[in-house]
Every structure is written in C-alpha cells, then in structure tokens.
Nanobody, 123 residues
Framework: QVRLAESGGGSVQAGGSLRLSCAAS?????MAWFRQAPGKGREGVAD????????RYADSVKGRFTISRNSARKDLYLQMNSLKPEDTAMYYC???????????????????WGQGTQVTVSS
C-alpha cells in the first residue's frame, strides 16, 4: 500500500557529504533510515515521527547525519556529512503508521520498505 523509492546513493571520499532521498506514495506517521554493511546486521540509523517530526539517531552517526522530511510527510531525507569508510553500506528507507515502542530503531517495527541505495565511502 505504501511504496518507497530511495535515491541519492553513490561513491564519495572520506570527509565528504551525500544526501539521500526517499519518496513515499503516501504519508505515514513514522519513517526511518536503516543500513546494512557486508557481513553485518541491519542497523537503525535514524528515524523521525509524529506531527512535530521528532528525530532520533544512532550514536554512530549523531552529529554527522540529519534526518528530515517535508511538510506532507511523504519525502524523507538523510543529510550525511563527514562521511567515514565505516558508513559504507546499503541504505534502506522504511515506514510505518505505528509510533515507537521504545527508544530503539528496530526493523521489526516497520512494514514498508524501499529497495535500498548503495553508499560507498573511500579513504
């Protein structure tokens, strides 16, 4: 029912910036960015929810990444600054109409997913 399409991935040098976008077919209450690096599990990077668009971040990206969405709550963004090689991963957009259960950004909370966009950071 909700289709998500990511864009903006690519290759960048360490210290550079990249801006990811996610276009949703309809508005949802909560959206998030996840990432999965080779040999690692899927990690919740950041989420945003509610009418006030409250943002939350994983410790690994806090101070470097900024999550936001437009007033229609359909377009999601992730501004990625000061990129590091360890940020290299497939990045996924996710959405749900349910609020957070706790303080975590857990993949099991989300029922709508995009196909992902690759981010590669070289040193």
């Amino acid at each position: 029912q909700v289709r998500l399409a990511e864009s903006g991935g690519g290759s960048v040098q360490a210290g550079g910036s990249l801006r990811l976008s996610c276009a949703a077919s309809r508005a949802t209450y909560r959206m998030a960015w996840f990432r999965q690096a080779p040999g690692k599990g899927r990690e919740g990077v950041a989420d945003i929810y509610g009418g006030n668009d409250v943002p939350r971040y994983a410790d690994s990206v806090k101070g470097r990444f900024t999550i936001s969405r437009n007033s229609a709550r359909k377009d999601l963004y992730l501004q990625m600054n000061s990129l590091k090689p360890e940020d290299t991963a497939m990045y996924y957009c996710a959405a749900t109409n349910m609020g957070p259960r706790d303080h975590s950004i857990s993949e099991v909370d989300f029922n709508y997913w995009g196909q992902g966009t690759q981010v590669t950071v070289s040193s």
